[in-house]
């Protein structure tokens, strides 16, 4: 196997170097960012039981912890959400017909945390990353369960991704995400799937997703999405 930075602060377990090559990771990345398309429902409560439809458009750096994700919910797109971990602070805005705002979410550790988890949980969407962002250290579980961590203090947290069958990331858990974005922060468990990998950009990439908190022993599922157009870009914007 070609090694991807022998300078890597947080040398790569063998079994994380050969998931991120086998998903189609370059060793001599040239691109700093990822963009692609989301569609799919939404629920913007766990207490609701409305799901909104929705189409979005994310970007991901390939060497730093930090996306940007800006979502319209349907019907007509008055609804408007960025959610974004950017220069290492969490961020989320939500508006009403282009202008009115209705949620700016105070910044907190505890924001920048939950968006970090976010980062770490759709790393299957950037396997670049894997090779390339130093902030990322990894840690090998077993055969099929690798776990990735990154933040400091209050912000810190580790995520830990199931292989499936195909050696593919099929999951992700999280012991304690906040189920909010504002006080008060509730920690509960909380797990991705991923699923449908298809070839884009030389990458294999899920195309498939959902997500939800485990709530007394029960899948509380609130996103639920497409990803298709995945692009290479030279930035976040």
């Given at each position: 196997?070609?090694?991807?930075?022998?300078?890597?602060?947080?040398?790569?377990?063998?079994?994380?170097?050969a998931?991120?090559?086998?998903?189609?990771?370059?060793?001599?990345?040239?691109?700093?960012?990822?963009?692609?398309?989301?569609?799919?429902?939404?629920?913007?409560?766990?207490?609701?039981?409305?799901?909104?439809?929705?189409?979005?458009?994310?970007?991901?750096?390939?060497?730093?912890?930090?996306f940007?994700?800006?979502?319209?919910?349907?019907?007509?797109?008055?609804?408007?959400?960025?959610?974004?971990?950017?220069?290492?602070?969490?961020?989320?805005?939500?508006?009403?017909?282009?202008?009115?705002p209705?949620?700016?979410?105070?910044?907190?550790?505890?924001?920048?945390?939950?968006?970090?988890?976010?980062?770490?949980?759709?790393?299957?969407?950037?396997?670049?990353?894997?090779l390339?962002?130093?902030?990322?250290?990894?840690?090998?579980?077993?055969?099929?369960?690798?776990?990735?961590?990154?933040?400091?203090?209050?912000?810190?947290?580790?995520?830990?991704?199931?292989?499936?069958?195909?050696?593919?990331?099929?999951?992700?858990?999280?012991?304690?995400?906040?189920?909010?974005?504002?006080?008060?922060?509730?920690?509960?468990?909380?797990?991705?799937?991923?699923?449908?990998?298809?070839?884009?950009?030389?990458?294999?990439?899920?195309?498939?997703?959902?997500?939800?908190?485990?709530?007394?022993?029960k899948?509380?599922?609130?996103?639920?999405?497409?990803?298709?157009?995945?692009?290479?870009?030279?930035?976040?914007?």
């Amino acid at each position: 196997m070609t090694e991807p930075d022998r300078a890597h602060p947080n040398p790569l377990p063998p079994a994380v170097l050969a998931l991120a090559l086998r998903l189609g990771a370059d060793p001599a990345c040239a691109f700093s960012a990822v963009g692609f398309a989301q569609s799919g429902h939404m629920k913007l409560s766990l207490k609701s039981s409305l799901w909104l439809p929705f189409r979005a458009h994310q970007t991901m750096s390939v060497r730093s912890c930090a996306f940007a994700w800006n979502a319209r919910f349907m019907p007509l797109g008055y609804l408007a959400v960025t959610d974004a971990l950017l220069g290492g602070m969490g961020r989320l805005d939500v508006t009403a017909f282009g202008c009115l705002p209705l949620v700016r979410a105070k910044a907190s550790a505890a924001l920048t945390r939950g968006e970090l988890i976010r980062y770490l949980a759709e790393l299957p969407l950037l396997p670049d990353a894997m090779l390339h962002n130093h902030d990322l250290a990894w840690r090998e579980i077993d055969a099929s369960t690798i776990a990735v961590a990154a933040g400091a203090g209050d912000t810190a947290c580790e995520i830990v991704f199931t292989l499936g069958q195909d050696q593919r990331i099929a999951s992700v858990f999280c012991a304690d995400r906040a189920t909010r974005a504002s006080p008060p922060f509730t920690p509960m468990p909380w797990r991705g799937e991923f699923g449908d990998y298809r070839q884009q950009g030389g990458r294999w990439i899920p195309s498939s997703a959902q997500v939800g908190w485990m709530i007394k022993g029960k899948k509380c599922l609130y996103w639920q999405g497409r990803i298709k157009d995945w692009t290479t870009k030279n930035s976040l914007g």
